[in-house]
C-alpha cells in the first residue's frame, strides 16, 4: 500500500511539472489541477484547503460542491464541521488558561473540581474506582485517561448506548483516542474557573480575529451557505448541527475563519508563544499500530522512526522537514486535518465534506509540502492493512 502510495504521489507531482511546462502554468495552478485529478479520480463532493507560511496565509482554495444534488459550489466562506479539530482549538485555550496561571494542567482534577467526578451524573459510573484521582488535564488533553473514544462504542464492538464509562488502562499508562477524555477536561475547565466554554473561544479566539463563520454550535445564520455531508457511499446524512458546545468536536467553521485562527496560532499572536510550543511539544511516545481503535494492545515499532508521540490536543513527529504536527477530525460524513511543520513554518488545512481523507489526504499534502513523514497509516488504519 505505501509503494502505491509513493508511485501515485510521484506519478502527480510529475504530472503537475508536465502541465506547467506546457502550458506555461504557475506551480499553483498545476498543482491546483492535480488535486481536481485527484479528487475526480475518487468522487469527493467537496474539499478545502488553505496553505499557512510563516504565520500568514499564504493560499486557500475549494473544489467540489457543498451540495451535490443541487450543484451548489463550495467556497472558502462556506461553513463546514470542524469535528475534533475543535480539540485543538479547546487544547489551545487551556494551555493559554495555564499560562496565565488560571488553572494547572498537571495537577488532579480532584484539586480543581469542587465536588469529586463520580458526583457529577455523567460520570457516577466511576463510583468506587479511585483512579479518576490520577488524571490530570495534561492527561485527559493527550489521550492518556484510559478511557474509549466514547462509551458508546466499547470494546467488544457494536453500538450500546446506555454503555457504562469504564478505564480501558491506568491514566497515563499509554496513548489511546479518546474523547471522553475531552468532556471531562471542559467539565474541569468550566467548574474550576466558572467559564463557559463557548462564551470563552468567542470572547478570545473568534471574535478578535473576526471569525463569523466559527462557532461551537450551529447558527441560523450559516445556513445559507454550509456544507451538506456525505457517506463514502455518496449518500446526503446533512450536517452536524451541534446544539450543545463540546469540546471534543463541535465547533463549525470555515477555511477562511480556521486558517486565520491557525495562522495566529503559529505566529504567536493568538496565544503566548510559551503555550503555543508546550502545546506541539512531543510527551508520551505513541505506540500502538494504529489510531483506532485506541483499546488495541498491538504496537508498532515504525513509529519511532518518526518518534509519534501525544502533544496536548496534536500528534507530534519528526520527519525529512524537521519537527511536525498534525490533529485530524472524522466522522461517517465528514475528514479534515492540519498538518504543520514547525521548523518551516509551514502548516497545510485540509476540510471536507465526506469520509475519504485516506484516500487523497497524504497525495494533497505532498504536492503541497513535500514528503512531510507523516505516518499516515497510523492515523487512517485502513492504509496499514
Known sequence: MKRIQRVLIASLLHSAMVLAGVFGLTA??????????????????????AVIQEGRVTRTATYGFREVETKTPLDADTVMYGASLTKFVFSAFVM???????????TSIANLLPRPLPEYGRYSDLAGD???????????????????NFRFF???GGYHPDAKLEFMFDPGARFGYSGEGYYIAQLVVEEALGLKTEAELKKRFFDPLGMNRTSMTWKESFRPNFAQGY????VNEG?????????????DTSVNDLSR???????????APEARDALYSPGIAIKSKAQFPPWDPAENPRNADVSLA??????????????GFFQGGHNDKTDNILVCLIDKKQCVLLLMNTAKGHQVFPQIVELLMGRTGLPWAWSYSSLAE
Open 239 to 251: 450536517h452536524n448541527m451541534q446544539s450543545n458546545a463540546r469540546a471534543a468536536g463541535s465547533m
Open 310 to 323: 501525544a502533544g496536548v490536543g496534536v500528534k507530534t513527529f519528526r520527519g525529512p522537514q524537521g519537527r
Open 261 to 271: 485562527w491557525v495562522a495566529a496560532f503559529m505566529a504567536g499572536n493568538l496565544i
Open 28 to 49: 499553483d495552478a498545476s498543482v491546483d489541477l492535480s488535486i481536481q485529478d485527484l479528487l475526480k479520480k475518487n468522487d469527493v463532493p467537496g474539499l478545502a484547503l
Open 231 to 234: 457517506t463514502v457511499g455518496g
Open 154 to 156: 466499547p470494546p467488544g
Open 96 to 106: 493559554q488558561l495555564a499560562h496565565e496561571g488560571h488553572i494547572d494542567i498537571d
Open 130 to 148: 479511585e483512579r479518576w484521582r490520577l488524571l490530570t488535564l495534561r492527561l485527559l488533553l493527550s489521550h492518556q485517561s484510559g478511557f474509549p
